[in-house]
Antibody, heavy 125, light 112 residues
Framework: EVQLVESGGGLVQPGRSLRLSCTAS????????MSWVRQAPGKGLEWVGI??????????EYAAAVKGRFTISRDDSKSIAYLQMNSLKIEDTAVYYC????????????????WGQGTTVTVSS | DIVMTQSPDSLAVSLGERATINCKSS????????????LAWYQQKPGQPPKLLIF???TRESGVPDRFSGSGSGTDFTLTISSLQAEDVAVYYC????????FGQGTKVEIK
């Protein structure tokens, strides 16, 4: 069964850091790009960033709202994607979803065909 | 960034009736070199993650019932549920992946 499981969420104070993990199973992790999408309480979906497969250069891009504060990485040997979140703000409070992204090519984006259940990040003092 | 605008924000439809959701992009998401519209539709039920329904504007994801269909090109797109079922109550989002991905604000579908 194709599956993504996020972990690492929790309550954190503004300005602190948190690292989310996304563990994949049921597919060849290294063959796919991975994206992170977040959803603030009662709000819509917001793309956070993408890390493409190494075959397409492993390039990484971020939404403007998180650029310079968040870092996406991947460990293909462990089938895990990470989202390192630094200098957290109250407005970063959201459910964070890891997704499998069907992006083809070094500069492209794709549909997100597999989603994890999400992990909740609450930034509050 | 491309702005995606859905209409309506919510709609109530009787069981068995047609539901239509519109999505408009602020610029074309059609890529002429491959004739694809870089547009997807997702369904999100309460307490669940989104689920991919449609990609390339009109291609149904595997396992998605054929009462769901997508149409449109360029900047104007539509998701149609031909005969609404109780399990279709959800929020539906369009998303473009032509450039930095953006989502519509969502359309809540309820039973009348």
């Amino acid at each position: 069964e194709v599956q993504l499981v996020e972990s690492g969420g929790g309550l954190v104070q503004p300005g602190r850091s948190l690292r989310l993990s996304c563990t994949a199973s049921g597919f060849t992790f290294g063959d796919y790009a991975m994206s992170w999408v977040r959803q603030a309480p009662g709000k819509g979906l917001e793309w956070v960033g993408i890390i493409r497969r190494k075959g397409y250069g492993g390039t990484i891009e971020y939404a403007a709202a998180v650029k310079g504060r968040f870092t996406i990485s991947r460990d293909d040997s462990k089938s895990i994607a990470y989202l390192q979140m630094n200098s957290l703000k109250i407005e970063d409070t959201a459910v964070y979803y890891c997704t499998r992204d069907m992006a083809y090519g070094s500069g492209s984006y794709g549909r997100m065909d597999v989603w994890g259940q999400g992990t909740t990040v609450t930034v509050s003092s | 960034d491309i702005v995606m605008t859905q209409s309506p924000d919510s709609l109530a439809v009787s069981l068995g009736e047609r539901a239509t959701i519109n999505c408009k992009s602020s610029q074309s998401v059609f890529y002429s070199s491959n004739n694809y519209n870089y547009l997807a539709w997702y369904q999100q039920k309460p307490g669940q993650p989104p689920k991919l329904l449609i990609f390339w504007a009109s291609t149904r994801e595997s396992g998605v019932p054929d009462r769901f269909s997508g149409s449109g090109s360029g900047t104007d797109f539509t998701l149609t549920i031909s005969s609404l079922q109780a399990e279709d109550v959800a929020v539906y989002y369009c998303q473009q992946y032509y450039s930095v991905p953006t989502f519509g604000q969502g359309t809540k579908v309820e039973i009348k």
